[in-house]
């Protein structure tokens, strides 16, 4: 296992530098860059993206792009090297990657504040929601799961399956408004506060009201974020349950006069949780990075998904670079992870004897 993770450890160079790459050209390509933002800015335009050519707002041929036009060239050429424009894209890159290598993202061209800092100051919200999400989400689908498969065809299975239809067809952000609605001060009620991680008066408080204060603030997010997420994975317990139990080893067991309990966790639980538990690292990713981005917004959670929308909006080099490369990073650790953790739970499977 040591020998196939480091072999994964050294692949994982090429790939993140890959991902990269390719990125990086299409970002630079893409129109309404920084130079043509701030010269909207000046011009008191607002946002430019869409409407300007000249892909990153470098100076294209004849000395302009659309967006300069009417801009003293000096000041155009001081823009260009304030966001460091004024180097071939080849040079930026290379200058990227060596910076990236020891974490240094630079600094944010908007906020003006070191990225990694922002980054910093986001994580909290980011990971209180991935983590108590995936938890939650976990501890509810797989003894539900569990449940149907073993009344399978029963009223019980038969009313579950309603409720996970409903959760599977209606997004998380769809729950998020309609908890705000009842619960958050809409129409109804106001139990629950709408934005924030944490009152504004939390560092003042003792730690059973700090602790109180923070899940009274992140309720309603993750609450919106479970219901909209545990349908599939209590579907795909049901099934792995059901494909294991209707196996030989299954009726050899019962045959043997085990008890029912006996053969359910101690004989189909493992079989059966191996592609659910493993892929908890995986889920715990897709949570952190990509689900929470709509609940972060309605709920004013300012998070690591809303600053990398924020800074693809406003094409904020640094953010946008640095937060791809920290989402792909974790990405392919907690990829490894899940196949580990696929070998732990079934020392059958072992993929450093795979052929490649």
């Known amino acids: 296992m040591l020998a196939y993770a480091l072999r994964r450890v050294l692949l994982m160079i090429p790939t993140l530098f890959a991902i990269i790459v390719v990125n990086f050209f299409i970002i630079q390509a893409a129109p309404g860059g920084p130079?043509?933002?701030?010269i909207a800015q000046l011009k008191g335009r607002g946002d430019v993206t869409g409407r300007v050519s000249g892909g990153?707002?470098?100076?294209?041929?004849?000395?302009?792009?659309?967006?300069?036009?009417?801009?003293?060239?000096?000041l155009l050429a001081r823009l260009n090297k304030l966001y460091g424009f004024d180097k071939p894209p080849i040079e930026r890159f290379w200058i990227m990657i060596k910076n990236y290598v020891g974490f240094n993202f630079g600094v944010s061209f908007f906020s003006d504040r070191p990225v990694i800092n922002l980054i910093a100051d986001k994580l909290p919200v980011s990971i209180s929601l991935g983590l108590w999400t995936t938890l939650l989400t976990y501890?509810?689908?797989?003894?539900?799961?569990?449940?149907?498969?073993?009344?399978?065809?029963?009223?019980?299975d038969v009313w579950t399956s309603a409720v996970v239809i409903v959760g599977y067809a209606i997004p998380g952000f769809l729950f998020a408004?309609?908890?705000?609605?009842?619960?958050?001060?809409?129409?109804?009620?106001?139990?629950?506060?709408?934005?924030?991680?944490?009152?504004?008066?939390?560092?003042?408080?003792?730690?059973?009201?700090?602790?109180?204060?923070?899940?009274?603030?992140?309720?309603?997010?993750?609450?919106?974020?479970?219901?909209?997420?545990f349908a599939?994975?209590?579907?795909?317990?049901?099934?792995?349950?059901?494909?294991?139990?209707?196996k030989q080893y299954v009726v050899t067991a019962r045959a043997k006069g085990l008890s029912e309990r006996r053969v359910l966790y101690g004989h189909v639980f493992r079989n059966a949780m191996l592609l659910v538990i493993a892929g908890f690292p995986a889920a715990f990713v897709g949570i952190l990075?990509?689900?929470?981005?709509?609940?972060?917004?309605?709920?004013?959670?300012?998070?690591?998904?809303?600053?990398?929308?924020?800074?693809?909006?406003?094409?904020?080099?640094?953010?946008?670079?640095?937060?791809l490369y920290i989402y792909t990073l974790v990405g392919l650790v907690m990829k490894l992870i899940s196949d580990l953790t696929y070998?732990?739970?079934?020392?059958?499977?072992?993929?450093?004897?795979r052929r490649t």
């Open 139 to 156: 501890l509810i689908s797989i003894p539900l799961g569990i449940a149907k498969a073993v009344r399978d065809g029963s009223r019980f």
């Open 177 to 229: 408004i309609l908890l705000i609605v009842l619960f958050a001060g809409g129409s109804y009620l106001h139990w629950f506060p709408l934005r924030g991680l944490v009152s504004d008066d939390w560092a003042q408080l003792d730690l059973p009201a700090k602790i109180v204060d923070y899940f009274w603030h992140i309720a309603l997010p993750i609450l919106a974020l479970v219901i909209g997420g």
């Open 343 to 353: 070998m732990v739970i079934d020392p059958r499977i072992d993929f450093a004897t």
């Open 56 to 74: 990153n707002g470098e100076l294209a041929k004849g000395g302009t792009t659309r967006a300069s036009r009417g801009i003293d060239p000096v």
């Open 289 to 323: 990075f990509t689900g929470a981005l709509l609940v972060e917004v309605i709920f004013s959670l300012d998070g690591l998904g809303y600053l990398g929308f924020q800074a693809a909006l406003s094409r904020d080099y640094p953010i946008m670079f640095a937060t």
């Open 232 to 246: 599939s994975l209590t579907m795909l317990t049901k099934n792995s349950f059901l494909e294991e139990i209707n």
């Open 35 to 38: 130079v043509d933002q701030m």
